[in-house]
């Protein structure tokens, strides 16, 4: 009978003299203001469909719907690079899956015709720039080298 393999947690995070390395601090610190960038234009353009709520040229379902998401998504990518940044293996994979499924999501709404205003389309082209440098900036040799294992 075999035995089952063991999670070790520790193997689940990087060490902590390797996230003190300069690059790593550098590149988390970042990766950490483009997100909360991110997060907080989201939470200021959900409050604004929240206002014109009423106006139904400037908001619709759709954006309604899409507005929402995006604060989803900024909220768990915010956790994400926190996580990642102290060494989470799992948080770091994470954040390089989310952060390039929503740059191409971003590419999408903007190129989809009439379905959205142009002030969110607008919106969202400043949280693909984010994001876009998120993804270059976590996925760089020197993270990529840093979380591939030890």
Known sequence: MTAAPSSHPEAARVRSEHLDH???????????????GYLALSVLTLGAVVLLRD??????SAVWVRASIVVLSAVVTHLCVTRAAAGSRSAYRRLRILSGVMVVAIAAIIALP???????????????VLLLAVVALVNGKHLRSLFAGE
Do not use: I, Y
Request: net charge positive; aromatic share 8%.
């Open 55 to 60: 106006d139904s040229a400037a908001v619709n």
């Open 114 to 128: 009439g379905a959205f205003p142009l002030w969110l389309k607008t919106e969202q082209a400043v949280c693909g």
């Open 22 to 36: 300069p690059r790593t601090r550098a590149a988390f610190r970042g990766a950490r203001l483009l997100v909360g």
